[in-house]
């Protein structure tokens, strides 16, 4: 199995959705490509801090109910539907006129009961299985649109959340750097050759006090992107991350633009700092743990 094929399965990997010789072909996969592992550790991490810092929303209450309620009246109603009219019985000629002499009064009233061995059997509608498939079907896939509405997350938050989880594993060494060094131009040039657009080359964040460590490549799992590049730098007693994604059109909210910061957006996401800026085709973002002076030598370096 070669790389592509390892990373389109990759998200299938870690929600169980693989079988039993697929998932051992990625495995093994994973075990011999470094690049593979890591890109696997990292989205691994970053699940699995989406699924502790914010849990999607609960299903209502009484929605499964409600569900099944309409799922069986459907069914009940295509049953009907479907069924077969009742064939008429034949007429039968009247029999002749009998010479036996009158029952007893208690074998008339036997006779008028009617003896149950001997009633004619109800016609048996046959079981509309497609029909009750069909709806069944449908129901699920209405469940299952309506658990991923609830849980949806606005797609300019995923993209913060995930450049912060990004952030956080590369700080913390849970994923190292892809190439290491203190020159920012050897950095660009050993990355620009991996990804299909244009590397920034406006932002050089030495001038605000920082120098860069290294970089590598990475990917966000939500919202979908192509790879990602990411420039680490360090100073002032912290570390500053920098991001480059293609411009997928994201709207960014016109609410977090800082004053006076024509194209420049804020966020602020479990402790860290994202400023966000276009970049020509491209998106920088920049990461940091929330620090005034930190944030104003970062103003001072990407407004010009």
């Known amino acids: 199995m070669k790389c592509p094929d390892a990373r389109r399965h990759l998200y299938a990997l870690l929600d169980n959705e693989l079988d039993v010789e697929r998932n051992l072909e990625v495995l093994g996969h994973l075990d011999r490509c470094p690049e593979c592992a890591r890109i696997a550790s990292g989205t691994r991490a970053f699940e699995q801090m989406i699924r502790e810092k914010d849990p999607p929303l609960p299903t209502p209450a009484g929605l499964a109910d409600r569900i099944f309620t309409a799922v069986h009246a459907e069914a009940l109603r295509l049953s009907c539907a479907a069924a077969p009219p009742a064939a008429a019985a034949p007429r039968l000629a009247p029999p002749p006129p009998s010479t036996a ?27 509309p299985r497609r029909a009750v498939a069909l709806v069944t079907a449908a129901a699920a896939g209405v469940a299952f649109l309506l658990t991923q509405l609830f849980a949806v997350r606005n797609p300019a938050e995923a993209l913060v959340a995930g450049s912060v989880s990004q952030s956080e594993a590369v700080v913390s060494h849970s994923v190292p750097l892809e ?59 912290t570390e500053v991350t920098h991001l480059v994604v293609p411009d997928t059109g994201i709207l960014l909210d016109p609410s977090r633009l800082l004053p006076r910061c024509a194209g420049l957006y804020e966020y602020k996401w479990q402790g860290h700092e994202v400023l966000i800026c276009r970049c020509g085709p491209s998106l920088c973002l920049f990461v940091f743990r929330s620090d005034q002076d930190v944030r104003g030598r970062l103003l001072s370096c990407l407004v010009r």
């Open 101 to 127: 002499p009158p029952p007893a009064p208690a074998q008339r009233a036997h006779d008028s009961h009617g003896d149950p061995q001997h009633r004619p059997a109800a016609p048996v509608r046959p079981f």
């Open 179 to 237: 190439f290491s060094s203190s020159d920012l131009g050897t950095i660009r040039d050993h990355l620009a050759p991996k990804v299909s657009y244009e590397v920034c080359t406006h932002h050089d964040l030495q001038g605000a006090g920082f120098s860069p460590s290294g970089g590598g490549l990475c990917r966000f799992p939500n919202p979908p992107s192509p790879l990602a590049v990411l420039i680490q730098y360090a100073g002032l007693g």
